[in-house]
C-alpha cells in the first residue's frame, strides 16, 4: 500500500512540474505608460528588454519600504537590459508621486495611472505593492504580491534578461 502512495504521489509531483513547464506564459497588457516627464511609452517598445512594472502608491508603507530594493535591481540589471517602471496608482495624487520621485532621486522611470488603465490592463490591480516581471519576447513570467523572496526577484529577472 506504501508503494502506491509513492507512486502516485511521485506521479502528481512530476504532472504539477510539467504544468508549470509547459503552461504558456501570459503575454504584457498592450497598456501605454504615461511618465511624470509627460512621456508615452508603450508595452509593445519594450520588447527586447526585460521589464519590472511595480504598481505602489506613496501612502503604500511596504512600497516605500521596496524602493531601495527597486532601484537596486535597476542600477544592477538596466546595463543588461532591465527597464523599470514603476506605476503610481490612480488614487495616488500626481504631486506627491512627483516629490517623491525627486526627494528620492529615483533613477528608473516613474508613471502615473491616473485613469486606472494600465491597473487593469495587468489584471485590474488594486492592491499594492505588486511587481510583474516581463521577459525580452513580452511574456509574463511572474508576479509578486506585497513582500516578496530577494533572492526569487533576482532568480526571475535574470530568466527574463536570459530570454
Known amino acids: 500500500?506504501?508503494?502506491?502512495?509513492t507512486t502516485i504521489a511521485i506521479a502528481a509531483l512530476i504532472g504539477a512540474g510539467a504544468w508549470f513547464v509547459f503552461t504558456p506564459k501570459p503575454d504584457a497588457p498592450a497598456v501605454t505608460f504615461q511618465t511624470l516627464e509627460g512621456e508615452t511609452i508603450s508595452m509593445d517598445s519594450l520588447k527586447g528588454k526585460a521589464v519590472l512594472v511595480k504598481f505602489w502608491a506613496t501612502s503604500c508603507v511596504t512600497c516605500v519600504q521596496q524602493m531601495p530594493d527597486t532601484e537596486s535591481y535597476y542600477e544592477t540589471?538596466?546595463?543588461?537590459?532591465l527597464e523599470v517602471i514603476a506605476v503610481a496608482m490612480e488614487y495616488d495624487p500626481i504631486e506627491?508621486?512627483?516629490q517623491f520621485t525627486v526627494s528620492r532621486e529615483l533613477p528608473f522611470t516613474v508613471a502615473t495611472d491616473t485613469d486606472g488603465s494600465v491597473a487593469k490592463g495587468f489584471g485590474d490591480v488594486k492592491l499594492t505593492p505588486i511587481a510583474f516581471i516581463i521577459d525580452r519576447e513580452g511574456k509574463i513570467l511572474k508576479r509578486y504580491l506585497g513582500n516578496y523572496d530577494k533572492q526569487d526577484m533576482k532568480k526571475t529577472i535574470e530568466s527574463a534578461l536570459a530570454s
Not at 500500500?1 to 502512495?5: C, D, H, L, N
Request: proline share 8%; hydrophobic share 40%.
Open 96 to 98: 506627491f508621486v512627483r
Open 77 to 81: 540589471y538596466h546595463p543588461q537590459g
Open 1 to 5: 500500500m506504501r508503494k502506491i502512495i
